[in-house]
């Protein structure tokens, strides 16, 4: 096996930036199709974190318009949202700190739901080898998501 089949099985053929599918069949200059991003990789090795777990599976065109930059992970479009932080920032203190931390805030009960499942099922992608756990509480007249970590150092 390549190593890019290796990597896409490891991330499940989605793409680690964008969480969509990755067209296996597709050709590596099509901007749907497969490539590795290993810039993750290169943090590694500066012992700045571990939750990338290594080289992911990305879209040639979410991995070419990242670029050299940290990339922004895209919230859902279907849920009213606050204030929404970072998600990579987020990840890189939960991994670093671990604890809680407060993501989003939400008008609702609901979205407040909603995007706590979300965000459980896109960090179980985001960051495979550090699961979270995320609460909803009311504050402000609002409600707050906040996601929690055993600290992994």
Known sequence: MSQLEDIAKQDNWRC???DEPVDRTASANDPRGPSVDSRTTAKLKKGATDYAGGERLAHKRCNTRKGAVTPVIPWPSTIMLVEPAPLIAVAERLDRKGGREVVVRCADRKSADQTAAWLVDRFSRLAPGMPVEASVEPGGGQFL?????????
């Open 16 to 18: 680690w930036v964008c």
């Open 145 to 153: 998501v906040a996601l929690t970590t055993a600290r992994r150092r």
